[in-house]
């Protein structure tokens, strides 16, 4: 049986994790089984959290043209249906954005939709 050095791959290893670890405070950044536990949970945190990033950001839209509609005397899903009902095709992302940089617009758009 030969023998098997796998000094190259391990330390290889061990640099990839606590180059991902820079950053951390005290041993998670230092140590190597603080920093490998470490950044295996910050992985499947920032897995997790891009999936809720897209539903925070749709909620805070949705808040946004729902605060904009009320101004205006009208609630979020009445407008959404008008908008659908006359063709307006803005997705809730630009309505937010257009709710909250221009009021006008806005408005001429909901009264379009009625």
Do not use: C
């Not at 101004?71 to 095709?89: F, I, Q, T």
């Not at 940089?101 to 408005?107: E, I, Q, R, W």
Request: proline share 2%; hydrophobic share 45%; aromatic share 8%.
């Amino acid at each position: 049986m030969t023998r098997v050095k796998s000094n190259v791959a391990s330390r290889a290893k061990r640099r990839r994790v606590l180059k991902l670890a820079q950053g951390f405070k005290g041993p998670r950044r230092r140590l190597w089984r603080a920093a490998k536990e470490a950044v295996r949970h910050s992985l499947q945190y920032a897995y997790m959290h891009r999936r809720t990033r897209k539903r925070d950001f749709r909620r805070l839209w949705i808040a946004r043209v729902n605060a904009a509609a009320r101004s205006l005397g009208l609630n979020y899903s009445r407008l959404m249906a008008a908008l659908r009902k006359a063709n307006v095709e803005l997705n809730r992302k630009v309505l937010a954005e257009i709710a909250v940089h221009d009021p006008g617009a806005f408005a001429a758009l909901v009264n379009s939709a009625r």
